[in-house]
């Protein structure tokens, strides 16, 4: 069935440094979803990319679709406290229609 | 006003025991789900409904039973509590004609299983 690979699965970075988020699908997809699911707080949709090769931005987070639509980034400039949590991509499956969610990314930043 | 709703938000309950999680949306949504969430964080579909009527069932144990008496309810029971049962349940709902199936969650339901 449709499985998407999200990496990497922690990440800790000094408040100020850039991070970034990958997923990776081995099937083209018709499009990709981003949560964030804050610590003891449940998954909040950030975004979503439908078209091959689109970059949105949100303040300082930039949302990117790959040109074969088989890989999305999620990258954080200058990260900050607030920005803690787990990172979560989402993409509906092929066969049955569902939204399939990646493993998430979990990023600690140190003050 | 929350949009999606479940109770109880923490649940402590003996092995063998059954339990019931509720939830309730106000977005006027025609699907709702069942998640289950582990201590790794991965977050895996149980149950879709869509209108009252079950679309998604997973590979769960029949002892989860949910059921929706109408498309803004959808509630989980689970008999004979299990240790491994031990997770956050989060309730979702969504509209896929018109948001895309943008999953909208609720708040969680935070199981242990002594």
């Known amino acids: 069935g449709q499985q998407v690979m999200q990496i990497p699965q922690y990440q800790h970075v000094q408040e100020g440094e850039d991070f970034t988020t990958y997923c990776n699908s081995s099937?083209?997809?018709?499009?990709i979803q981003w949560y964030k699911q804050r610590p003891g707080g449940h998954p909040v949709f950030l975004i979503q990319?439908?078209?091959?090769?689109e970059v949105k931005k949100q303040k300082r987070l930039t949302f990117q679709f790959g040109e074969a639509k088989k890989n999305s980034s999620l990258h954080i400039t200058a990260t900050q406290t607030t920005d803690v949590g787990t990172y979560f991509c989402?993409?509906?499956?092929?066969?049955?229609?569902?939204?399939?969610f990646g493993q998430g990314t979990t990023l600690q930043v140190k003050p | 006003d929350t949009a999606v709703s479940q109770t109880p938000k923490y649940l402590v309950t003996q092995m063998g025991n059954d339990k019931s999680i509720k939830c309730e949306q106000n977005?006027?949504?025609?699907?709702m789900y069942w998640y289950k969430q582990d201590s790794k964080k991965f977050l895996k579909i149980m149950f879709s409904?869509?209108?009252?009527?079950?679309?998604i069932n997973e590979t769960v144990p029949n002892r989860f039973s949910p059921k929706s008496p109408d498309k803004a309810h959808l509630n989980l029971h689970i008999n004979s509590l299990e240790l491994g049962d031990s997770a956050v349940y989060f309730c979702a709902s969504s509209q896929p004609r018109t948001s895309g199936n943008t999953i909208y969650f609720g708040e969680g339901s935070w199981l242990t299983v002594v």
């Open positions: 409904y869509n209108n009252k009527e079950l679309i």
């Open positions: 990319l439908v078209k091959s090769g």
């Open positions: 977005l006027g949504h025609d699907t």
């Open positions: 099937t083209t997809l018709s499009n």
């Open positions: 989402a993409v509906i499956s092929s066969n049955t229609g569902k939204l399939i």
